[in-house]
């Protein structure tokens, strides 16, 4: 291989790189969660479980694209798949429908059951987005509730409380709105309602009193892609969205192939009316799924579903208002549905075994970590999971997670870069079907330098 090991810590190109990117780009990045200090490593290539820097220093990935990439970079069954499609399909876009949309909308209700009928959109955050607004035409109701902590993507009703401070939060137990965006002033939050995460008392509480606005609630089933949601939490919160009148919405866009081959649905055993996916069954690129319930899908439905011939009436049928608009140029890239494919081709097999080696890597990091006197829990389901170092012995939601010492976790992160494994100081652990027992075996060797050294 072309890639080597790094065993000491230089970027200096990085740091070139950086300096060129903020003469064109705002600090230097194309999405805020890029940035860390001093300054992000730049990557030049990746294959399998590896990423090599513009310093030629080789990492092991554990960040995987933020839970994106499933098999790792560059994987042979991909490649071939989209190669196969630019055979078919030169210019990469139809534009028109293809038969590749409905094989994969097929794939993925045999996974998840819930899904009766599916649109395409080019991101998790248009995915939420139009589970949002789905949920608005069907109840014509205009407020949404979702959870203190939670991350839905980019748009205005989803950018509160995702990283607030306590201080400014309110109570435990009945949550402020807190902006998460500066061009949200505080005070225009009267559409979104703040609910505590695992805490099913006050979660009913808050829903009955917004009952007859709610449009719907959005949830992370597995806050942040690791801590879960207790088993009588879901079903409770199911129970009670059902008796309210009120859409219930699993964000599924990192747990949708990591926390099983059902994603959380199936792992809780629970059928949202909408779920939203997205990373994972993009095989690498930018997708995103809405899907759900069949009545409230039809919401979108040109002509709501009518088979119209006549044309004057298909004009006026198309013309109502009472049709929610959902377009756009890239729904449905043939290229990235191949990819899709292949993704679940190869997860269909793999996936089984990626977690069970994950369950054993956790445990072998716990273990460790204990030996060295470090209190240190892995918090996850499925394949992603967190390296959280706390003396407790479970979290249930953000304001728990904000308690544990994210410092230390920061600086053990830091350590491990400099040992050459790679994620985002503070993410979470991403694995893939490339991280074989011999990747998992060197990662646990540079833990173990990092704790020996005491670094920390
Ligand atoms: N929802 C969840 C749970 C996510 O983790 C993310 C992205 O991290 C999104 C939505 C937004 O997805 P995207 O970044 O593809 O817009």
New binding site residues.
């Given amino acids: 291989s072309l890639l080597r090991t790094p065993d000491f810590w230089h970027k200096e190109n990085s740091k070139r790189c950086y300096e060129k990117a903020k003469e064109f780009l705002p600090g230097g990045v194309t999405a805020n969660i890029k940035h860390f200090p001093p300054y992000p490593i730049t990557m030049k290539r990746g294959e399998g479980a590896y990423i090599v820097d513009v310093d030629d220093n080789r990492y092991i990935d554990l960040l995987m694209g933020?839970?994106a990439l499933a098999l790792g970079h560059g994987h042979q069954k991909i490649k071939e798949a989209i190669e196969e499609q630019f055979q078919i399909d030169g210019t990469h876009l139809f534009g028109t429908p293809h038969e590749k949309e409905v094989s994969f909308a097929k794939r993925l209700q045999e996974h998840m059951p819930s899904l009766e009928k599916i649109r395409y959109t080019n991101?998790?955050?248009?995915?939420?987005l139009l589970a949002v607004r789905l949920a608005y035409a069907y109840t014509g109701k205009k407020k949404i509730a979702k959870f203190e902590g939670?991350?839905?993507?980019?748009f205005e009703e989803v950018l509160y409380s995702i990283t607030p401070t306590i201080s400014e939060a309110g109570p435990g137990e009945n949550p402020h709105p807190v902006p998460e965006s500066s061009e949200i002033e505080a005070g225009t939050d009267e559409d979104t309602v703040i609910l505590p995460f695992n805490q099913i008392e006050d979660c009913k509480n808050i829903l009955r009193r917004y009952k007859d606005e709610l449009a719907a609630v959005i949830v992370?089933p597995v806050q942040g892609?690791f801590i879960p949601a207790s088993r009588s939490f879901m079903k409770q919160l199911r129970e009670v969205t059902k008796e309210l009148g009120i859409v219930l919405i699993f964000?599924e866009?990192?747990t949708g192939f990591r926390t099983g081959l059902q994603g959380a649905q199936g792992f809780y055993n629970i059928k949202p009316d909408l779920t939203?996916l997205?990373?994972v069954i993009g095989g690498g690129f930018?997708f995103?799924v809405v899907g759900g319930k069949d009545e409230i899908m039809m919401e979108s439905s040109p002509n709501k579903g009518k088979d119209l011939f006549d044309a004057q009436t298909a004009k006026q049928a198309a013309n109502k208002s009472d049709v929610l608009f959902h377009s756009g140029t890239y729904n449905g890239h043939p290229m990235i549905l191949a990819a899709g494919h292949a993704t679940l081709d190869v997860l269909e097999h793999e996936y089984h075994d990626t977690e069970k080696r994950t369950n054993q890597f956790r445990k072998a990091l716990e273990d460790m970590f204990s030996a060295y006197g470090y209190p240190m829990i892995t918090v996850g389901t499925g394949t992603i999971f967190s390296v959280v170092l706390t003396e407790k012995e479970r979290l249930i939601n953000y304001r728990d997670f904000q308690k544990t010492n994210l410092q230390l976790r920061k600086q053990f992160d830091y350590c491990m870069l400099r040992e050459g494994v790679y994620t985002k100081p503070l993410n979470r652990y991403s694995m893939a079907t490339v991280h074989g027992d011999d990747v998992i075996e060197s990662i646990l060797q540079s833990t173990e330098r990092v704790l020996q050294r005491g670094g920390l």
Avoid: F, I, N, W
């Fill in positions: 933020y839970g991101s998790g955050t248009e995915a939420t939670h991350y839905h993507g980019g992370e892609g964000d866009v990192k939203a997205g990373k930018p995103g």
